[in-house]
């Protein structure tokens, strides 16, 4: 296998952490503005001000942060709204600390995500389709992975699952489970789907094997289950983190194996038409997945028509 030239390419992977803070509310009622609690639902409540007009996203290039800001410029309501990039683990601390103050908050959304498991959420309608429709995750190897390992690429190939058999290993994880110990003990758990996964695929004697991902949550328990079934038939695996362009490059460009994190239609989109053709698809890993605004329950919105313009 072709290792990656991290040097060549030379990419940095970090990403700012800065999020903007959530404006006050209205100076005229001071307990409204320390207390949401006590004016979610009410009709003189402008949750778009308390929120100082800002969407909180995730890192800047992904899918679902290019579908916000096209969402800025279709509707005009949101005329005057920033969409704030930071990480997907910094949106979820604001997301947390907010949930905790039960202050209002907006954010760029995927499922499976921990997140609906540890919270009450839902998303805001989109009536204009900017975010479209279900998604599914699927699988991408680079080409000649059949011939050269055949065990991993019928692994690889074989693989599937469901939202909420991915959100359990990501509320470990989210809870402060090693990525790898939460993932050793799903797949422990689940046996007779990773018989299924492994079904006529043959043990290998310490080959090397390398998987990409996006550090997102669902992307870091999918490809760490994958890891610990592959380390089962006998692959040494490694596994690494890359920008979401960088990922698809490393795979169109044989200097990675293979990766099960590709977002399609929309989350991934442009990427795939980029290198569609310089890599082999594996189809889907899993269904039903999502993107789009998310929103706690308490507020007292539906969609994103719901939210005001900043002037």
């Keep these: 296998m072709l290792k990656f030239n991290w040097k060549r390419l030379g990419i940095v992977a970090g990403l700012s952490l800065s999020l903007v803070a959530a404006g006050c509310g209205s100076d005229d009622d001071a307990d409204t503005n320390n207390d949401a609690s006590d004016n979610a639902g009410g009709d003189d409540v402008n949750y778009s001000e308390e929120m100082d007009y800002s969407i909180t996203a995730i890192e ?5 942060v290019q579908a916000a800001e096209d969402s800025v410029e279709e509707y005009g309501n949101l005329d005057g709204w920033d969409v704030q990039t930071s990480s997907s683990g910094a949106m979820a601390t604001a997301l947390g600390e907010a949930i905790d103050k039960e202050e209002p908050i907006v954010v760029t959304g995927w499922s499976p995500h921990w997140k609906f498991a540890e919270y009450d ?21 680079r080409e000649g992975l059949e011939d050269d390992m055949p065990e991993a690429y019928k692994l690889l190939d074989q693989f599937h699952w469901s939202p909420d058999d991915l959100e359990d290993v990501m509320l470990e994880i989210s809870q402060g489970a090693d990525p790898e110990e939460a993932a050793a003990e799903w797949v422990e758990e689940n046996e007779d789907m990773v018989s299924e996964w492994k079904d006529g695929v043959d043990e290998v004697d310490g080959d090397e094997i390398e998987l990409v991902y996006v550090e997102w949550d669902t992307e870091i328990g999918s490809t760490n289950v994958v890891k610990n079934v592959l380390e089962d038939l006998g692959y040494n695996v490694t596994i690494t983190p890359l920008d979401n362009a960088v990922m698809w490059q490393a795979i169109a460009n044989g200097e990675a194996d293979g990766m099960v994190a590709a977002w399609l239609p929309d989350t991934h989109g442009d990427l795939y038409e980029e290198y569609k053709d310089d890599l082999v698809e594996l ?7 999502k993107i789009g605004l998310v929103v706690p329950e308490y507020m007292d919105i539906d969609s994103i028509e719901d939210l005001e313009p900043a002037n």
């Design 283 to 289: 189809g889907p890993n899993l269904e039903g997945a």
């Design 121 to 141: 959420l839902k998303y805001l309608d989109d009536p204009k389709g900017v975010f479209g429709e279900a998604e599914t995750i699927e699988t991408m190897v």
């Design 60 to 64: 800047p290039g992904a899918g679902v």
